[in-house]
């Protein structure tokens, strides 16, 4: 079993940057398929960004196109976190971001988009985007 907390959201500008921590506790969470997800306000849970192993089982890293080339996720072995780094925040970034985990370790790049395929999950951290 695994526990996800996340920390690091708050209130900023457009433009600003903010990153965002996952804790895991009870496994490793180096080991696991990690997403981060968001959900604004009257809007579907989407996905963010995600990193797994693919092929030759070496770590690639996934993002929605709403977020491409301005969040970057990175792992922490020592601490046993996942970070989101989001630079360049617009409005329409706002939300509820959530990280979770899965227990899949060969998740295929198909199914990570999906938030049904992760199975632990953290409460959310709040993250506003306003002037």
């Known amino acids: 079993q695994v526990q996800l907390v996340e920390s690091g959201g708050g209130l900023v500008q457009p433009g600003a940057s903010l990153t965002l921590s996952c804790t895991a506790s009870?496994?490793?969470?180096?080991?696991?398929?990690v997403g981060w997800f968001r959900q604004a306000p009257g809007k579907e849970r989407e996905f963010v960004g995600g990193t797994r192993w693919s092929g030759c089982r070496a770590h690639s890293k996934h993002y929605t196109d709403s977020v491409k080339g301005r969040f970057t996720i990175s792992r922490d072995r020592a601490k046993n976190t996942v970070s989101l780094q989001m630079n360049n925040l617009k409005p329409e970034d706002t939300a509820v971001y959530y990280c979770?985990?899965?227990?899949?370790?060969?998740?295929?790049?198909?199914?990570?988009?999906?938030?049904?395929?992760?199975?632990?999950w953290g409460e959310g951290t709040q993250v506003t985007v306003s002037s």
């Open positions: 979770a985990a899965s227990s899949t370790r060969g998740l295929v790049l198909s199914s990570i988009w999906n938030s049904g395929n992760y199975e632990y």
């Open positions: 009870g496994r490793t969470l180096d080991s696991l398929p």
